[in-house]
């Protein structure tokens, strides 16, 4: 059957988060294998996993063979760290460096930096810390030839949830360095337009997050909810994007069967979307 997902300029991918909702990341833990496989299956061409969970495929031999067996690329990977401090920890350091290595070795592969929300306490000082580390940090991806895109995420407790967050923090990014990744389910989220924002901003894109949104109490199974998908991909035809649109789908299906998410929104592309694109 034709992959309707190949028919356009940019490609689609999904995230292992799906996965890593259900009790923790402790189901599926060490079977990034088996995500590759459904991934593959959904028709998605490529995968984004979370580095700290990627178990025996952090082996780049090992992953590089599990990719090429089911014909998807590493569209990126995830690098998700406390970043609290004024500066790096000497583990955050050591970790960012060891994904920084792994993406050396698949060229065009992006590093996507995120934060785990921890609170809105000392919030002013706290978005300077994080700027100023994420852009440490895609420096030295850059000086490794690895292209690095920040993820804003907007759980109650994340520091990157609100239009003040997107404002102070986005223009504070090192734009030689870094892009952003709009996720537009937390932009949503958070209380924005996805795609008012993503023009706002339209300059830093160079990664892309789809989830859907119902506000029930936030996300849905993609196609279920309120996000003008259809419309932001048009757009994103519209102007020429090149990278990846990334489906990191948090709806409560996945909590039993995640398995069962990623075919949906697979099919729900290549059925739904795609068709309806001008």
């Known amino acids: 059957m034709e992959n309707k997902m190949q028919q356009l300029p940019f490609k689609f991918g999904a995230e292992v988060y799906t996965w890593y909702m259900n009790n923790n990341g402790e189901t599926y833990k060490d079977q990034l294998g088996h995500m590759i496989e459904i991934i593959?299956?959904?028709?998605?061409?490529?995968?984004?996993?979370?580095?700290?969970?990627?178990?025996?495929?952090?082996?780049?031999?090992?992953?590089?063979?599990?990719?090429?067996?089911?014909?998807?690329?590493?569209?990126?990977?995830?690098?998700?760290?406390?970043?609290n401090g004024k500066e790096e920890t000497d583990e955050e350091r050591k970790v960012a460096d060891n994904a920084i290595e792994l993406l050396k070795k698949f060229p065009g592969s992006v590093l996507c930096t995120v934060q785990i929300p921890t609170g809105r306490h000392d919030l002013v000082q706290r978005r300077k810390n994080l700027t100023d580390i994420v852009n440490i940090v895609s420096r030295r991806a850059a000086d490794h030839g690895v292209i690095s895109s920040f993820h804003p995420n907007s759980p109650h407790s994340s520091i990157t949830r609100t239009e003040e967050d997107y404002q102070v923090i986005l223009d504070a990014l090192d734009t030689s360095a870094t892009g952003w990744c709009p996720d537009v389910g937390h932009i949503i989220n958070g209380g924005m337009d996805p795609l008012g924002k993503m023009k706002e901003y339209q300059s830093l894109i160079n990664h892309v997050h789809y989830k859907d949104w119902d506000g029930n109490p936030e996300f849905a199974l993609m196609g279920n909810g309120r996000v003008d998908l259809l419309g932001i991909t048009q757009w994103l035809k519209d102007i020429h994007y090149k990278g990846w649109i990334i489906c990191e789908d948090e709806g409560k299906e996945a909590l039993e069967d995640p398995d069962f998410v990623t075919l949906h929104d697979g099919q729900w592309i290549q059925k739904t979307l795609v068709p309806g694109l001008k």
């Open 40 to 83: 593959a299956k959904a028709g998605f061409t490529g995968i984004q996993p979370i580095f700290s969970w990627m178990g025996k495929l952090s082996d780049p031999v090992l992953l590089e063979e599990k990719l090429k067996e089911q014909g998807i690329e590493l569209a990126a990977v995830a690098l998700a760290l406390d970043w």
